[in-house]
């Protein structure tokens, strides 16, 4: 049975940093990719950042590119989430989520960004900001 278990959330200043983890048991995911999404009060879930767990490849969006890094450690099953100058619009719950990688029928951002395509979430961590 797969299991995400996110940690790392809590109380930040703005500017302050934050690093998030998701660890992931339950099956092997050198055909997965795995992504961050985050949901703010009265908002809908968004796309965050995602990797191919195989290449590495990264793909962000535009509200955290070149303040986020996500990256992945193979040998312990975990994916992080460098948030760096963080600021109060991003307060939210941060989820992981695994996406089971098949053909690409659709560009690639289009089908790691869609959080439908995910077939497992973990619990989710929160994250504040503060201004």
């Known amino acids: 049975q797969v299991q995400l278990v996110e940690s790392g959330g809590g109380l930040v200043q703005a500017g302050e940093s934050l690093r998030l983890s998701c660890s992931a048991s339950g099956r092997t995911f050198s055909n997965y990719a795995m992504g961050w999404f985050r949901q703010a009060p009265g908002k809908e879930r968004e796309f965050v950042a995602a990797i191919k767990w195989s290449s590495g490849s990264t793909y962000y969006a535009d509200s955290v590119k070149g303040r986020f890094t996500i990256s992945r450690d193979n040998g312990k099953n975990t994916v992080y989430l460098q948030m760096n100058t963080l600021k109060p619009d991003d307060t939210a719950v941060y989820y992981c989520?695994?996406?089971?990688?098949?053909?690409?029928?659709?560009?690639?951002?289009?089908?790691?960004?869609?959080?439908?395509?995910?077939?497992?979430w973990g619990q989710g961590t929160q994250v504040t900001v503060s201004s």
């Open positions: 989520a695994a996406q089971r990688m098949g053909m690409a029928i659709a560009p690639m951002f289009d089908l790691l960004s869609n959080r439908a395509l995910y077939a497992y």
